[in-house]
């Protein structure tokens, strides 16, 4: 985290297994071509998008400290988002999926620091400064929109995966990064895709985490909003995306009325969209997240929500009516009569109440697993948790007694009581046995020799969530990215490249007036005849010296260069259209 980050207190409360995926952003090693890159796809963006974009974006640019001409400094940007509640931070590329919800619960905006390169100018399936800072950091400069954009991880952080959706999402990150490489074979990347296709085809039932995705995808990242007729953009994914921004305001795009249907349209991050949801406005968005959140595990619980948990094969939490939560990688339920009847975990578990661990209930003292009968006593219509003191030494719930406790659906408990925890309201929470057995029918669940045994009390399962109820409870500093961003060494021909760019650039920004431009412009053509950036640079400083002959010459070099490569004929002649329009409107 490094005092770069001090100027904003938001990141301070940022718990220590986030921190893990925060990078330096090392701001020095943006080249000029880099610059160049953000600065065009900047100003055709914006020249663009003010009129197709939500009124926020412009006005969150200023907000936000996101200039034109250069790319952002995320410690700059820190300083000026706090005033709107908000931090940043740098990451490489993708990280996983209840991390980047989570990041977002916090009021921080995750940014991936890379910038795409020059041949992928209009689009790249790697997340980059672009898409992140350019898309996402402008519309939460809208209160309504940001509030939206953290409760969305405050929900999704607790959604549920499942095991395939972490090698999916380790395939897509793998995919996106060769896919960026200047170096990639064309047959390692369509190994890639094959093998991203093979996993999309055979994930199963969506899990929450899966569908939870879609709606963040048809929202946060290709959004509308407005009329059918005449929607608007705020979704980032268009908003950083010379291409898709002019092409989802065509008919060719099907518009949809955004409704919790969307959370079972699945995307294809690799092509354009064929159809987009339009929100009236931005308190739909939460309308609609709030309706899908009523049918996740957090909020029903029950043998399905143990069941998600079980199938995930992750370390989760489910929360009793007692408000006790045990946390832990659960792998067994014994069901009676469509609800759980006792759970297991396998390994390190601990037990709180109200996300805080309960004493000597942590992760050492359930290195090995936990287990508990769920429900109420077989015959006795009164649930332990709502008896009295008089009720519970009626029957023989005390402590210092021998108690045979049967469950209803035929769990016993057997053993002599050692002490109960209570929880603030006064309802007893979990009981603590020496000399204890646990059996169901012919099985035995716990034997005394094991141990004493404390067991969970609760009637019903009222939450199941992912991750842990007391994030100190266990040690969440473990993750090991399978792949990373490619940097290559440059060659000498980039280098020079590079070099020639900055002297352009030092010559916009005043700080060296003596380059030759004329000069600049012959080695271009000698060394590097192919790279069409750079003389729309030097056409627009030409423009605004009136140097005609200069102009002549960039624009006949430029003409070749579309005849000798056709598929970047309209990035020029976007280009050369915004230096005109600069110079219109500057007169």
Same mark, same amino acid.
């Given at each position: 985290m490094s005092k770069l980050f001090?100027?904003?207190?938001?990141?301070?409360?940022?718990?220590?297994?986030?921190?893990?995926?925060?990078?330096?952003?090392?701001?020095?090693?943006?080249?000029?071509?880099?610059?160049?890159v953000w600065r065009y796809v900047m100003r055709k963006n914006v020249d663009f998008l003010s009129t197709v974009a939500h009124h926020s974006y412009l006005k969150g640019l200023k907000q936000t400290g996101i200039s034109i001409d250069s790319i952002p400094n995320m410690y700059g940007m820190n300083r000026i988002l706090k005033d709107i509640g908000w931090a940043a931070v740098a990451v490489d590329g993708f990280i996983p999926p209840n991390a980047f919800m989570e990041f977002q619960a916090y009021n921080v905006l995750v940014i991936a620091s890379d910038i795409r390169q020059l041949e992928h100018i209009e689009y790249t399936p790697a997340p980059d400064i672009i898409h992140e800072g350019a898309g996402h950091a402008p519309i939460i400069a809208n209160?309504?929109?940001?509030?939206?954009?953290?409760?969305?991880?405050?929900?999704?952080?607790?959604? /549920?995966? #499942?095991?395939?959706?972490?090698?999916? $999402?380790? @395939?897509?990150?793998?995919? =996106? !990064?060769?896919?960026? +490489?200047?170096?990639?074979?064309?047959?390692?990347?369509?190994?890639?895709?094959?093998?991203?296709?093979?996993?999309?085809?055979?994930?199963?039932?969506?899990?929450?985490?899966?569908?939870?995705?879609?709606?963040?995808?048809?929202?946060?990242?290709?959004?509308? /909003?407005? #009329?059918?007729?005449?929607?608007?953009? $705020?979704? @980032?994914?268009?908003?950083? =995306? !010379?291409?898709?921004? +002019?092409?989802?305001?065509?008919?060719?795009?099907?518009?949809?009325?955004?409704?919790?249907?969307?959370?079972?349209?699945?995307?294809?991050?690799?092509?354009?969209?064929?159809?987009?949801?339009?929100?009236?406005?931005?308190?739909?968005?939460?309308?609609?997240?709030?309706?899908?959140?009523?049918?996740?595990?957090?909020?029903?619980?029950?043998?399905?929500?143990?069941?998600?948990?079980?199938?995930?094969?992750?370390?989760?939490?489910?929360?009793l009516s007692t408000g006790l939560q045990i946390s832990g990688v659960f792998n067994h339920t014994i069901e009676h009569e469509g609800k759980p009847i006792y759970i297991q975990t396998i390994g390190k578990t601990a037990l709180a109440y109200r996300e805080k661990e309960l004493v000597g209930q942590g992760t050492h003292s359930h290195l090995e697993g936990f287990g508990s009968p769920i429900g109420k006593l077989k015959g006795i219509n009164l649930a332990i948790e709502d008896m009295s003191p008089r009720d519970l030494a009626a029957y023989n719930i005390y402590e210092e007694r021998i108690v045979n406790l049967e469950f209803e659906g035929g769990i016993k408990v057997s053993g002599e009581i050692i002490t109960g925890k209570r929880n603030l309201q006064g309802k007893i929470i979990l009981i603590s046995f020496k000399n204890c057995a646990v059996t169901h029918n012919e099985t035995i669940l716990f034997k005394p020799e094991w141990g004493n045994y404390d067991m969970a009390v609760g009637k019903d399962i009222v939450?199941?969530?992912?991750?842990?109820?007391?994030?100190?409870?266990?040690?969440?500093?473990?993750?090991?990215?399978?792949?990373?961003?490619?940097?290559?060494?440059?060659?000498?021909?980039?280098?020079?490249?590079?070099?020639?760019?900055?002297?352009?650039?030092?010559?916009?920004?005043?700080?060296?007036?003596?380059?030759?431009?004329?000069?600049?412009?012959?080695?271009?053509?000698?060394?590097?005849?192919?790279?069409?950036?750079?003389?729309?640079?030097?056409?627009?400083?030409?423009?605004?010296?009136?140097?005609?002959?200069?102009?002549?010459?960039?624009?006949?070099?430029?003409?070749?260069?579309?005849?000798?490569?056709?598929?970047?004929?309209?990035?020029?002649?976007?280009?050369?259209?915004?230096?005109?329009?600069?110079?219109?409107?500057?007169?």
């Open positions: 001090e100027s904003n207190e938001i990141l301070q409360k940022l718990p220590k297994h986030l921190k893990q995926f925060i990078k330096p952003q090392n701001y020095e090693d943006y080249s000029a071509i880099n610059q160049a209160p309504e929109y940001a509030e939206y954009l953290r409760r969305f991880g405050e929900i999704g952080s607790k959604a /549920i995966s #499942s095991a395939k959706d972490y090698e999916l $999402y380790e @395939a897509v990150r793998y995919l =996106s !990064i060769i896919k960026e +490489a200047p170096t990639s074979k064309e047959d390692d990347i369509a190994s890639a895709e094959a093998k991203v296709e093979a996993l999309q085809k055979n994930m199963g039932e969506p899990s929450e985490m899966a569908l939870i995705r879609n709606l963040h995808w048809w929202t946060v990242e290709y959004g509308l /909003i407005g #009329s059918l007729e005449n929607p608007k953009i $705020y979704g @980032a994914g268009l908003l950083s =995306s !010379i291409g898709e921004s +002019a092409w989802c305001m065509t008919n060719e795009v099907i518009k949809l009325p955004y409704n919790i249907n969307a959370t079972y349209k699945d995307f294809d991050i690799t092509k354009p969209q064929p159809q987009l949801y339009v929100t009236p406005d931005f308190a739909n968005l939460s309308l609609i997240l709030e309706e899908y959140a009523n049918t996740m595990a957090l909020r029903r619980g029950g043998l399905s929500g143990v069941n998600k948990l079980i199938e995930s094969n992750a370390l989760g939490t489910i929360e939450s199941a969530f992912s991750g842990p109820a007391d994030l100190s409870s266990f040690d969440l500093i473990t993750h090991k990215t399978s792949s990373n961003t490619i940097h290559i060494e440059k060659s000498k021909e980039q280098l020079a490249l590079e070099v020639l760019y900055q002297q352009v650039r030092d010559y916009r920004e005043g700080t060296n007036k003596t380059i030759s431009r004329t000069k600049v412009l012959e080695q271009l053509i000698d060394e590097h005849p192919n790279d069409w950036l750079l003389p729309v640079e030097l056409y627009e400083l030409a423009q605004i010296g009136n140097e005609r002959e200069l102009s002549e010459k960039i624009m006949n070099h430029l003409e070749s260069i579309k005849q000798n490569k056709p598929q970047v004929g309209h990035l020029i002649d976007d280009g050369l259209s915004i230096v005109r329009n600069d110079k219109i409107n500057n007169h």
